[in-house]
């Protein structure tokens, strides 16, 4: 008996939060590797392990890098396309810069060939070592012009630092200029030491904090505005910001240094970002659609790590929206981010 449980339709879903991890890392090309130059190590079958620093990080599966395999588990998600990304530890913004822009244009073309050989089924967004700004918007140009990404995937927070923070809007300028899109993933968040429990609450419970204080940070520091064509979105479906928003708005309203400093209102302001699905929920989808606008939401899955939703599209359908909201969560509104013609499937 077949084990599909999406109903006979369209499989026309396209998933933006997806990632990547290499087969193997590269040598370093230098004289002497960082410590924590990632390296791979032998693990059961058909997985393998991340190292990092001589330990551990993750124990993946192969379809972080077999593209067939991943290919032949889109239909069943109801995807016909999957937007991958690297792993976000592999971002490596604590690396020197050189460093980490010779690990990230690895990564960067290993992508390019799963894209190159999906027949379709697989975009890219590419990495930059934006510890160093002018080297980031060199390796941007690279993955936009040379690569044919849509755009890149960036940490919540660069070395502690909030992607609102001033001294990356050179990076955003360049984003805007060049029509890549930013999608933002949570990585080392703050709050860790608040929490009690094993680690892989970090994923399930700091993940989202961090990107929701990233997104706290892009509005209040007014980057939308400035830059009205930028596309960014954030994973995680905007982590905590759907619940921060009305305290943000409300605030707004009553601290004069706030009203002085948020050129536009929150809630507006909120309602140009994009954000994915991936909130394992149909009761929070239907608050996110409310709050940040049916037009703003888009599939992710976290694929193929052990923690990501097995049944994205079925959840949005499930959902009760009505059959145009529905369409511009499954596929519309990542046609409109990754700036691509309507998906169509045969």
């Known amino acids: ?9 369209c499989a026309c879903g396209i998933d933006a939060h997806a990632h990547v991890v290499p087969e193997n890392f590269p040598a370093y090309m230098g004289s002497k590797a960082p410590a924590d130059w990632p390296a791979m190590a ?13 330990k551990v990080y993750r124990t993946v ?29 592999l971002l490596s913004y604590w690396m020197q810069p050189a460093d980490a822009q010779q690990l ?6 290993q ?8 027949g379709g089924a697989l975009a890219g967004l590419g990495a930059v070592p934006l510890q160093d700004i002018d080297l980031a918007i ?21 070395n502690g630092e909030p992607i609102g923070a001033p001294k990356f809007d050179p990076f955003f300028e360049a984003c805007e200029a060049l029509g890549a899109c930013v999608f933002v993933h949570a990585i080392r968040p703050a709050g860790m030491d608040r929490l009690v429990g094993p680690p892989a609450l970090q ?8 990107v929701g204080l990233a997104a706290a940070s892009v509005i209040t520091s007014n980057l939308l505005p400035r830059r009205p064509k930028l596309r960014i ?4 479906g905007g982590g905590t910001l759907g619940l921060l928003l009305p305290r943000l708005q409300q605030g707004w309203g009553v601290f004069p240094a706030l009203k002085e400093q948020v050129s536009e209102a929150p809630a507006e302001q909120a309602r140009r970002l994009f954000y994915d699905t991936l909130v394992f929920d149909e009761h929070a989808l239907r608050y996110l659609v409310q709050a940040f606008g049916p037009t703003q939401l888009l599939v992710g899955t976290d694929y193929p790590f052990n923690f990501h939703d097995r049944t994205p599209v079925q959840r949005i359908e499930a959902a009760g929206f009505d059959a145009d909201t529905t369409a511009l969560l499954v596929h519309g509104n990542a046609e409109r981010f990754l700036a691509r013609q309507k998906v169509t499937t045969p």
């Not at 079958?45 to 620093?53: E, L």
């Not at 979105?233 to 995680?236: E, L, N, R, T, V």
Request: charged residues 20%.
């Open 111 to 118: 992508i390019a060939g799963m894209v190159a050989e999906s």
């Open 42 to 54: 032998a693990a059961q079958a058909c997985h393998r392990n991340v190292m990092i620093s001589g």
């Open 138 to 158: 060199r390796e941007l140009e690279y993955v936009v012009k040379v690569l044919g990404f849509p755009g890149v995937e960036i940490g919540s927070n660069i």
């Open 1 to 9: 008996m077949s084990q599909h449980k999406h109903h006979p339709g």
């Open 104 to 109: 990230l244009r690895f990564l960067n073309d």
């Open 203 to 210: 994923q399930v419970l700091a993940y989202p904090g961090d």
């Open 61 to 89: 599966s192969d379809r972080c890098w077999d593209t067939a395999k991943r290919i032949a588990d889109l239909p069943e998600m109801g995807l016909a396309l999957q937007v991958v990304s690297p792993m976000p530890e």
């Open 233 to 236: 979105a954030f994973s995680h």
